[in-house]
């Protein structure tokens, strides 16, 4: 019913809306004030009911007001300067592409849940719900189209379509998921995704290192608290499966159990494992010892795994041993049981070479070699990587998760990043199966803005919305002609300058607004200043004032509110 | 055909891609490598049809690559900086709102099409075609969606929602029309506008005056060369209407007659006006007299307006007569016809204000008052501009036009910009009818985007899609752990800096890399100034070669990439 009023109001809005900036007004006459007013009052109910002003939608969307905007200008920013620094090129794809023929690829699932196995059952009941999560265009003719479930499909489109075999690109843009919006947790149908991905043909770990580099820096930055990136290897996880026994076609499965390490203890992950995917005690006892280790811890003990639930807060401390990772690699170099496998050993090796590489960006303090994370499992080649937040207290913005994961496989609460390896994609793509190899990281840039609007409400300073530096006032009446040729001077000058849309403005008002809006400076001018070839400067803050001629007033104004 | 195996390999594009970053790889394995071999065959025959590498899809979109990108980058900064100097903030809204549930109402043309006219026809030939111009999304079960068609809709629900009656606001954001692509002339379906409004009760015509004075900052910061920014005023136009006799149900369609000035001579307007509008002979020739005043222009005289085809090309220059609207304002306010009619009186009044803004703010340079401008009247409920710029060489980019008008009625085909004050709209939303006064402007982004890219294209010089300073070399072998070490050190300092991801590369290799990305410095590192604790920093443009110590480094590249 909100719907339906909702819809009949909207249609109304966009008749008088679209014809806006279109020729014909007869649109909007073609409405009576009555319907509007009937249409608006539902409108004003729905909203309402949907919680006030901010900005939520039923649908699922939101508005962004300017705070919002501010912030999240702030945080883009942070992570394009960060891009930027590493020499990453950007590139833009249509919001919409060619709608998936065979919708039960939208997510994979259907095919997991096409192979025989004990999980079957899970996995089609996750079927039908992840492949509603691709919003369609409805067909009008023409191409059938959907909106962009991601920023990778585009990416790997785009390198296929125009042979593209080295490129270092960021794409910061919304993507699309049908989702069940949990508005009040920060999840959202509409949300960006930001991600950076290095693609070409290059020296082991080097390009995985700088993903690492990058993810450091820019959760540093961004001042979110302390953080930890867990570091794993698939090639690790898939040869310690193979030496504990776990039987080939049981990988997958036994992988996404571990994957729930973070999630629960581990005798739940082990009852699961044994219960219901069929594995041995003994195997499922090894694989314990091993996802138990991480950092520098020595040995894997079934207890201190057990209380993994418990200390998982504490990762970020425990991995403050810059060569805890690397030792790590070496001790289990030496296993007598890993080193069986030729996969876990070369993953093992190339874990040794990032630590080298990563002590030398001196980022190892807030790295961890963890057998536990078994992010992107399925579809990574190499290391695979995440970083989650020390403290808790955002609510989790799921389907925002670095990998775009919806709610159901949201790896880590406090996921904030992610990304791996995946040498395997892009040459599917190649008609001469020519090989790209990639290395990516996305950022949970949703979960970072949603931080950050909670740090800004937190705090005392107001979030800005303009720049504006200065606030051309007038102190006595009739000065509207001089100040307009004033703010017309400083806005030649580059200065941010604002006056009142008023003849005769109270300058009470004038500085008012300046208070509200944040704006440091006032130009104030009257009869007396301009005979005497002045402009009174005010600092809002302080309320000193000093009359600077006026040529000198672009540099002062430019002096008082450079940043440097 | 095609589209049929661009959608069969899209899905499966989709499919691989989509599942990228989500957990299982079975989707991908779940499509044999032959599949893929024929579907990217395929899609590279339908890329060669489509012509090649420019990133255009034939379904109306375009990717947009690092080069092209730089070049959008650099012109949104230039207006948004413009935006922000005058103290705008910025919303965001989502990419669809709720469906419009009378499509009759998504451009006007049907309600046009409805009331009894002698042109019935013509329009309702045209309603057909627009109503399909919205894209809709499939009813997936919820709520019935559709994409963006403009920006002012959800501005104007935005305010409505919010009961905001005060913001100076900007929007650059993409809509969507499925109109016809013609993407040799630049028009697709997908496109950015770029709106700047000012919502308020002020005094008259200061807003105004500065909605014209940023139209002319970023037309002239962005150096298109010469332009003309034509003002009217609604008010003017129908009290002019009115006094030539026309019948008031003719005033919208006598209106969109003359409208058509700049794009058909006097003689075929009036003909039309005539014999299909069925306008007395003496009005139609009452009107020409008015129409054909513009700027400077001292007598109305039928045969210049004839004339009036061939002597548009030089409107900007026939403006340079800094008061010539003024002039011409005062002189139709002494008009013994005109001066009966209240509106335009009052129209007249307010273009002289404007003017004596216009001169304070020092743009009447540009700024031509011309009785033919038509733009938005139906809509618009007083002043109302266009910029258009002088030098033709552009194809159109119709369905880019500021206003988003589609081709059919897109105003001018030089036309940059164009915008005006519509003070009836955001009341109509109004449960109380309380008004919201606004003004504003709409850039014609897009055609700006291809005259610059043009301009790229002809200029010697290259486009750099990345900003990166300086290129981490080596002159030796085995010196990658000596540039991570360096590079890291340059990040940390915000030095946008690149090493390659190669143990051994050749120094010639890194060296081309800086000539191809444009990379000004290198900084390379040998045994010899590893043991003399400097670097030899290489300008790549010189070839100049100096030792700086490690201690000067950050600071000297700092200096030699200053902009300032």
Same mark, same amino acid.
């Given at each position: 019913m909100w719907t339906a009023s909702c819809v009949r109001l909207c249609s109304v809005l966009t008749a008088l809306g679209t014809s806006?900036?279109?020729?014909?007004?007869?649109? !909007?006459?073609?409405?009576?004030?009555?319907?509007?007013?009937?249409?608006? +009052?539902?409108?004003?109910?729905?909203?309402?009911?949907?919680?006030?002003?901010?900005? /939520?939608?039923?649908?699922?969307?939101?508005?962004?007001?300017?705070?919002?905007?501010?912030?999240?200008?702030?945080?883009?920013?942070?992570?394009?300067? %960060?891009?930027?620094?590493?020499? +990453?090129?950007?590139i833009d794809t249509p919001v919409f592409e060619l709608k998936v023929g065979l919708p039960s690829f939208s997510s994979g699932t259907e095919a997991v849940a096409s192979r025989p196995s004990n999980t079957e059952e899970t996995l089609t009941g996750k079927y039908g719900e992840d492949s509603k999560l691709i919003y369609d265009l409805k067909d009008q003719g023409g191409e059938l189209l959907s909106l962009r479930y991601d920023l990778t499909v585009p990416f790997a489109r785009y390198l296929a379509m125009n042979k593209i075999t080295n490129i270092k690109r960021y794409h910061i843009a919304k993507v699309y998921r049908r989702d069940n919006p949990a508005m009040t947790r920060g999840r959202y149908r509409e949300f960006y995704q %930001?991600?950076?991905?290095?693609?070409?043909?290059?020296? +082991?770990?080097?390009?995985d290192a700088e993903c690492l580099k990058i993810v450091y820096e820019i959760l540093s930055e961004l001042e979110l608290g302390d953080f930890c990136i867990k570091v794993n290897d698939r090639r690790i996880l898939d040869g310690m499966f193979a030496v504990c026994g776990v039987p080939d076609d049981k990988f997958r499965t036994i %992988?996404?159990? !571990?994957? /729930?390490?973070?999630?629960?203890?581990?005798?739940?992950?082990?009852?699961?494992?044994?219960?219901?995917?069929?594995?041995?005690?003994? +195997?499922?006892?090894?694989?314990?010892?091993?996802?138990?280790?991480?950092?520098?811890?020595?040995?894997?003990?079934?207890?201190?795994?057990?209380?993994?639930g418990e200390t998982e807060a504490s990762d970020a401390h425990t991995a403050q041993n810059p060569v805890g990772g690397m030792d790590l690699a070496e001790k289990l170099l030496q296993d007598p049981k890993m080193c069986q496998s030729k996969q876990a050993c070369a993953g093992l090796s190339d874990i040794k070479l990032l630590f080298s590489y990563l002590q030398l960006f001196q980022v190892t303090d807030k790295v961890?070699?963890?057998?536990?994370?078994?992010?992107?499992?399925?579809?990574?080649?190499?290391?695979?990587?995440?970083?989650?937040?020390s403290q808790a207290g955002v609510a989790p913005a799921a389907n925002e998760a670095p990998n775009g994961t919806s709610a159901e496989e949201s790896v880590s609460v406090g996921s904030v990043a992610g990304g791996g390896r995946y040498d395997g994609l892009v040459g599917m793509f190649d008609p001469k199966g020519r090989k790209v190899p990639c290395v990516g990281v996305s950022i949970g840039i949703e979960r970072i803005f949603s931080i950050m609007e909670q740090k800004a409400a937190a705090s005392a300073e107001r979030v800005r919305t303009t720049e504006v530096q200065v606030m051309v006032a007038s102190a006595q009446k009739n000065l509207l002609e001089e100040k307009l040729r004033l703010i017309s001077e400083l806005w030649n000058a580059g200065i941010k300058a604002e006056v009142m849309y008023k003849k005769n403005p109270k300058l009470l008002s004038q500085l008012q607004h300046c208070e509200e809006s944040g704006i440091p400076l006032v130009a104030i001018l009257g009869e007396q200043e301009l005979k005497d070839g002045v402009v009174k400067l005010r600092v809002v803050a302080t309320r000193e004032e000093v009359d600077i001629s006026r040529a000198d007033l672009i540099s002062e104004i430019k002096k008082r509110t450079s940043e440097a």
């Open positions: 806006t900036r279109v020729h014909w007004l007869p649109s !909007v006459r073609g409405i009576s004030a009555a319907q509007i007013d009937e249409e608006v +009052a539902k409108l004003l109910e729905l909203k309402a009911r949907l919680g006030g002003d901010d900005g /939520k939608h039923q649908f699922g969307t939101r508005d962004y007001n300017p705070k919002q905007m501010a912030i999240r200008e702030k945080v883009f920013n942070t992570i394009v300067s %960060c891009f930027k620094r590493h020499g +990453a090129e950007t %930001c991600d950076f991905d290095i693609a070409g043909q290059y020296d +082991a770990m080097i390009p %992988c996404s159990t !571990v994957d /729930k390490l973070d999630k629960m203890p581990w005798e739940e992950v082990k009852r699961e494992m044994v219960n219901e995917k069929g594995l041995s005690e003994e +195997a499922a006892d090894q694989i314990g010892e091993y996802v138990s280790m991480k950092g520098e811890t020595s040995t894997p003990d079934a207890g201190g795994s057990s209380q993994r961890v070699f963890d057998l536990s994370l078994a992010r992107g499992l399925d579809y990574y080649t190499g290391v695979i990587y995440e970083a989650v937040l």
